[in-house]
């Protein structure tokens, strides 16, 4: 049985993209708006899903790479202004929430921990698409790149964004994705849970989470049992692969 107060007072932070949502579809979209303006051969998805969490800016310069343009650093520093424009009108066209990601946050959120997203994705945007999908209700607070002084995997972005929040970082939880999840969570001496439907160069597994998660129904249960034991490796959801 789940002991949900052991989530009363704790902090849960989240990544964003290939996370708590499937943005790929919007993110390779936006790159490709670019690319034609360009004249250049689209992005296929395959090619930039599992980079998504180098950020949008690499992720620009790796679709003109390989569409042959000419000094794809240069122009993708002459373009990037435009795909944050066009992102930012097309944010949530496709993009949409991982099954039971919403309603394991209500249960946290309900049960008494503190929800933060903490995200190397710039914090307007971010508020702008957890609005779209009526997910930014659930968060106490969203902290971006613009927002710390420095970024994940750099411990000082997920330390920053506990104290937003007013929260305890001995009493705190990281949930992501990727390596950047991962390296943050372990230089700040936080539990880790990954979920091994995101966006990873590294599978996710073999980034050794304490919790491997296949699916947000276990999400309640992965944390509870983190905060109440303190200590030890899971494998919640193992079942369901």
């Avoid at 995997?153 to 330390?159: E, K, N, Q, S």
């Avoid at 129904?217 to 919640?236: E, F, M, P, Q, S």
Wanted: aromatic share 6%; proline share 5%; hydrophobic share 50%.
């Amino acid at each position: 049985m789940t002991n949900l107060a052991a989530l009363d007072g704790a902090t849960i932070a989240f990544d964003l993209d290939g996370t708590l949502v499937e943005s790929a579809p919007d993110l390779i979209n936006a790159v490709n708006a670019i690319l034609a303006t360009e004249g250049l051969v689209p992005l296929g998805y395959d090619q930039g899903r599992p980079f998504i969490s180098r950020g949008a800016r690499w992720l620009l310069q790796w679709g003109l790479e390989l569409a042959g343009a000419q000094d794809p650093a240069a122009r993708t520093a002459a373009l990037f202004g435009h795909f944050i424009s066009y992102y930012s009108a097309h944010v949530a066209d496709e993009t949409k929430p991982f099954p039971g990601a919403v309603q394991a946050m209500e249960i946290l959120k309900a049960a008494g921990a503190r929800l933060v997203v903490c995200t190397n994705k710039p914090t307007g945007l971010s508020r702008s698409l957890l609005s779209q999908l009526d997910m930014l209700r659930l968060f106490d607070g969203v902290v971006g790149i613009d927002a710390v002084t420095a970024a994940k995997p750099d411990p000082a972005h997920l330390i920053e964004a506990v104290d937003a929040v007013g929260g305890d970082l001995a009493r705190t939880i990281m949930v992501g994705d990727a390596d950047t999840d991962a390296g943050a969570a372990r230089a700040a001496g936080t539990p880790l849970i990954l979920v091994d439907f995101g966006y990873t160069e590294i599978p996710a597994a073999e980034l050794a989470p304490d919790v491997l998660l296949h699916h947000f129904d276990d999400l309640v249960g992965a944390c509870a049992g983190l905060l109440d034991k303190g200590r030890g490796i899971d494998r919640l959801g193992e079942a369901r692969a």
